[in-house]
């Protein structure tokens, strides 16, 4: 038996790696797709934040006394009033990013 054996592939064979090759292929472009739509939902979400930090100053000093409590009590728990200082806890991280950029927007204004 000569060491110089071709080997070919069947059409069978060839149509099913064809197959899950064009499967994956089409996996990874859905998949490319939804991070593409998440990336510009992300940037959009991002604006409206920095919006609305950089609105916030303004938003809470307008607002009625019920109001401010309000949004005070959805932002921070554990609020407590220590030597003139104000001590909370935050509700969640997100919270801790737009309570220090929006303290950064306004110290510029």
Do not use: G, W
């Not at 909370?88 to 929006?102: D, G, N, V």
Request: positive net charge; hydrophobic residues 35%.
């Amino acid at each position: 038996m000569s060491l110089n054996v071709v080997r070919s592939i069947t059409n069978d064979f060839y149509n099913k790696k064809f197959k899950q090759y064009t499967e994956k292929q089409n996996e990874t472009i859905d998949e490319m797709s939804k991070h593409d739509v998440a990336d510009k939902e992300f940037y959009i979400t991002a604006n409206t934040v920095l919006n609305l930090a950089q609105k916030a100053r303004k938003i809470f000093e307008s607002s009625e006394p019920q109001e401010k409590h309000q949004l005070l009590n959805f932002l921070l728990q554990n609020l407590e009033l220590k030597d003139k200082n104000l001590q909370y806890k935050e509700k969640h991280r997100l919270i801790r990013c737009l309570l220090i950029l929006s303290v950064l927007i306004c110290s510029e204004l």
